[in-house]
């Protein structure tokens, strides 16, 4: 499991009846949707590069729904959106060891 990266695991069913275990990454919202990214659960830690899925919340009845983007507009806009995110975190994560000496002590 990549436990640098989400934790959260979740199974979902399509309608097929197929269960899917899935790893979660990151939630953002872009205008007033709520949209969540998700690896397989089953991907090898050494694994470097994984496609991510990303999937939209919406209620229905009452209960939160997880739905496949069928846009293609809004699909390239949203994973632009979690590819920034996730440079973001990347970068914020080598400034935070560029300051740290062999001993993990911050440079004086």
């Known amino acids: 499991m990549h436990d640098e990266l989400g934790g959260d695991l979740i199974t979902l069913t399509d309608d097929d009846g197929v269960e899917y ?5 990151d939630t953002l919202e ?6 969540m990214a998700f690896i397989p659960a089953d ?8 496609d991510f ?3 939209k919340s919406t209620e229905e009845d009452g209960e939160e729904v997880l739905s496949t983007l069928d846009d293609d507009t809004e699909a390239e806009r949203i994973y632009d959106l979690f590819m920034l995110r996730l440079s973001e975190d990347d970068d914020d994560e080598d400034d935070d060891d560029e300051g740290d000496d062999d001993n993990g002590e911050a440079d004086a």
């Open 21 to 25: 275990e899935l790893e979660h990454l």
């Open 53 to 55: 899925i990303i999937l």
């Open 43 to 50: 991907t090898p830690d050494e694994q470097t590069e994984v």
């Open 30 to 35: 872009d205008k007033g949707v709520t949209y």
